[in-house]
């Protein structure tokens, strides 16, 4: 029988969230996951199978708990940059992946009520995001 697991699985889900929106899926590795989420390496891949399925988790969370319930004021949120990373970084190697940003893409379309809305808004996000990590680097 197995030890009861030590950590809050949510907890360490939006945790990744973060880690990924800050650093995207290429510039972590298992080892910054184990680090800076505080799980040992054996339960990451006992609960979450690999960096990847972590990711998808992570990916899915903010997807559902920073996204949707931001999309009334989504411009001046940052709730959209791990599904801007995920489409950048991701999708294009990755099905499951671009199904999950298709899938949040089309939500925030009807939302919106259009692609072109949608397109605005993920441009005003890009161009904030390179405003504010060009101030927070220069």
Known sequence: MGRPRAFDETDVVRAAADLFTRRAYDGISVDDLVT?????????????????????????????????????????????????????????????????????????DAATGSSATTDALLGRRLRARATTEGDQHG
């Open 36 to 108: 800076g989420l505080g799980v040992h390496r054996n339960s990451l891949y006992q609960v979450f199978g690999s960096k990847r399925g972590l990711y998808l988790r992570a990916l899915r969370w903010a997807v559902a708990e920073r996204i949707r319930p931001a999309l009334p004021a989504v411009e001046s949120e940052p709730a959209l940059d791990l599904l801007i990373l995920a489409a950048a970084d991701r999708a294009g190697e990755d099905p499951e992946v671009a199904a999950e940003v298709a899938a949040a893409l089309a939500e925030i």
